[in-house]
């Protein structure tokens, strides 16, 4: 019940890709394993991820508004992830990675960037763990809800990737109530640690 209303409350009326969920040990986050789709993606190296965030965006917003090979308009689609790549230490530079879920309509082939920044990329499945939050996020809130989760996730002792993290955003800039973001930490698998 508590999770259908969650759906509704944050359902953006936009597209989103397909998950199964898997039942969490904790009640502070989920277990997402989403389904191998198409994304549109721009990546940019950087010291601040709000920057490359917004840098990323418009590239993407570009292209889902025609400026790709097809000149095809491109339906808005949520959430907007951005995978970090963190540097080797508090002063060297991300990588951030900026995308777009492509729509149902193009997922069997989405038009292809006139942006030489822009790229299609075959997501494989994922397992995530996902821990949710409201408001106007910012990189300090990224942080420590990233923090929080990688506590809830020690506390069950879940093996889980540290690096990279996924920031995950949901809403319009001009949606001011009920906003919704998420962090996501990859599941370990047991044939990563060959």
Request: aromatic residues 10%; glycine residues 6%; hydrophobic residues 30%.
């Amino acid at each position: 019940m508590l999770k259908a209303v969650g759906q509704v409350l944050f359902s953006s009326g936009l597209q989103n890709p397909k998950f199964t969920a898997e039942e969490p040990k904790g009640q502070d986050y989920e277990v997402r394993t989403y389904h191998a789709t198409n994304w549109v993606s721009t990546s940019l190296t950087g010291m601040q991820m709000d920057a490359a965030l917004n840098t990323g965006f418009r590239r993407l917003f570009n292209y889902i508004k025609g400026n790709n090979k097809n000149n095809v308009k491109v339906e808005m689609t949520a959430p907007v992830t951005c995978r970090v790549d963190p540097g080797a230490g508090p002063a060297c530079e991300s990588q951030f990675t900026v995308s777009f879920y492509i729509p149902e309509e193009h997922q069997a082939n989405p038009p292809e960037p006139s942006d030489a920044e822009v790229f299609l990329e075959q997501r494989k499945e994922i397992t995530v763990y996902v821990r949710t939050y409201g408001g106007f996020s910012n990189e300090n809130m990224k942080r420590e809800e990233l923090l929080k989760l990688m506590e809830s996730l020690q506390r069950d002792g879940v093996q889980y990737v540290d690096k990279p993290f996924y920031a995950a955003g949901y809403d319009s800039p001009f949606k001011l109530t009920n906003r919704r973001n998420e962090v996501w930490v990859l599941k370990k698998n047991p044939e990563d640690e060959k």
